[in-house]
């Protein structure tokens, strides 16, 4: 019981590594994980959907209060953009990020770099997955 | 400011349905076979779902 317990102490810093570098890195914590192919995937997906985010002139979320659906829309919004990790502080720290402007392309464009930080999530609970030996 | 790249409706939601398909195939299953199959499946629904709201959209507005 006692070597479980300080087995899985160990390995606590490990799995806050992998998370945290999936985070900052999409597709990190797979490649620290050795998935490889699986990371470069995730990178690719991740990364090319943000550019073209960007590219489209996108609107970068900035938490506000209000009613409800504001707060749902624009909480949500901004904890999605910053799932994407360094991408969006570069993003930030550069002076890219976009004010919210009308227009289809610009609304896609949104809806792009929103999609970037989610697949990073969907990326960060598969490699807890890996990591913890849910999965291979 | 304009936007340097500008899609159309078709080019983003085929992006997207590429990517997200991609993403979901390498997450959600456990052999690399199922993983190939099941971001295909994916890609497949969303193209079967783009072409039907489409045309949907297009008799719709006539």
Do not use: C
């Not at chain 1, 160990?10 to 985070?23: H, Y």
């Not at chain 1, 919004?77 to 991408?87: K, Q, R, T």
């Not at chain 2, 983003?12 to 971001?39: M, N, P, Q």
Request: aromatic share 14%; proline share 3%.
């Amino acid at each position: 019981m006692s070597s479980t317990t300080s087995t899985s102490e160990a390995a606590a810093p490990r799995l806050s590594m992998i998370v945290l570098l999936s985070w900052l890195v999409p597709g990190g914590g797979h490649f620290m994980l050795k998935k490889h192919y699986r990371g470069a995937l995730i990178a690719a997906s991740v990364l090319i959907m943000f550019v073209f985010g960007l590219l489209m002139r996108g609107y970068m979320f900035e938490p506000q209060t209000g009613d409800v659906l504001t707060i749902i829309i624009y909480v949500g919004g901004f904890v999605a953009d910053l799932a994407s990790g360094i991408p969006y502080v570069l993003t930030k720290l550069f002076g890219y990020s976009q004010a919210d402007v009308a227009g289809h392309v610009h609304d896609y464009g949104t809806k792009f770099i929103v999609a970037a930080g989610l697949f990073n999530i969907l990326a960060m609970v598969d490699a807890w997955d890996i990591a913890t030996k849910k999965k291979d | 400011m304009e936007p340097i790249v500008k899609l159309s409706h078709f080019e983003a939601t085929f992006l997207f349905a590429l990517f997200s398909s991609v993403i979901l195939g390498v997450v959600s299953k456990k052999t690399d076979k199922e993983r190939l199959r099941y971001g295909l499946t994916a890609f497949g629904w969303y193209a079967v779902t783009v072409f039907g709201l489409g045309w949907l959209m297009y008799f719709a507005h006539r």
